[in-house]
């Protein structure tokens, strides 16, 4: 069992930066693949980032390639999600989500096995 806390999230001006955090709970923290999906209002839940059970391998959506860094603490449990030059299409409610498949850098949400609460992201323009 995994519990996820997100924090971070707020209010910024397009073009500033944020950088979400994730707790991870469970000493089998470091046996799961962690990634960061976001959902906006009347939308559905779209991918934004993973990181494997290493740390080395990433994988990002195209529309945040470049502006945001996933990686991992192992020691401090937890998974990070830097956002610099933030657009107003940004704005989400921001997931962190853990799945068994250690390996695996998926950008399905079925295919993960637990979710934190989630934190809004608000880009002002």
């Known amino acids: 069992q995994v519990q996820l806390v997100e924090s971070g999230g707020g209010l910024v001006q397009a073009g500033g930066s944020l950088a979400l955090s994730c707790a991870a709970s469970g000493r089998t923290f470091r046996s799961y693949a962690m990634g960061w999906f976001r959902q906006a209002p009347g939308m559905e839940r779209e991918f934004v980032a993973v990181?494997?059970?290493?740390?080395?391998?990433?994988r990002y959506a195209d529309s945040v390639k470049g502006r945001f860094t996933i990686s991992r603490d192992s020691t401090e449990n937890t998974v990070l999600l830097q956002m610099n030059s933030l657009k107003p299409e940004d704005t989400a409610v921001y997931y962190c989500a853990a799945n068994s498949v250690s390996w695996k850098t998926s950008s399905s949400s079925s295919e993960y096995d637990y979710w934190g609460q989630g934190t809004q992201v608000t880009v002002s323009s």
């Open positions: 990181v494997t059970k290493s740390g080395m391998v990433t």
